[in-house]
């Protein structure tokens, strides 16, 4: 099992940034895939960034260039570094987890994330 603790959600300005963490339960390094879903009102959950163990990432068309995740080994957190923030990009965004030797994807609460003039 892991837990996940999202952090960093809020209001923006269109054209800010915000910088998401998810701070793990155990090391990155048990983490078969990771990363970031993000679901408006009304839409499905849709995938935002994600990476590998060996740390190869992906990313949504509409996201990239201008998201970038990451990882902090020594904090055990999964970073999502969100820059020019646009209107539709506000939502819930949660992240996820799945550990080596697991079939299971483990999610967090998730984090409210609103870009608004």
């Not at 809020?10 to 339960?25: E, H, I």
């Not at 009304?42 to 590998?52: I, K, P």
């Not at 970038?68 to 965004?93: F, G, H, R």
Request: overall charge neutral.
């Amino acid at each position: 099992q892991v837990q996940l603790v999202e952090s960093g959600g809020g209001l923006v300005q269109p054209g800010g940034s915000l910088r998401l963490s998810c701070a793990a339960s155990r090391s990155i390094f048990s983490l078969r895939t990771m990363g970031w879903y993000r679901q408006a009102p009304g839409n499905q959950r849709e995938l935002v960034a994600t990476m590998s163990g060996g740390g190869f990432s992906q990313y949504a068309d509409d996201v990239k260039g201008r998201f970038t995740i990451s990882t902090d080994i020594n904090k055990n957190t999964i970073d999502l570094q969100m820059n020019s923030l646009k209107p539709e990009d506000t939502a819930v965004y949660l992240c996820y987890a799945a550990p080596f030797g697991e079939r299971n994807d483990y999610w967090g609460q998730g984090t409210q994330v609103t870009v608004s003039s």
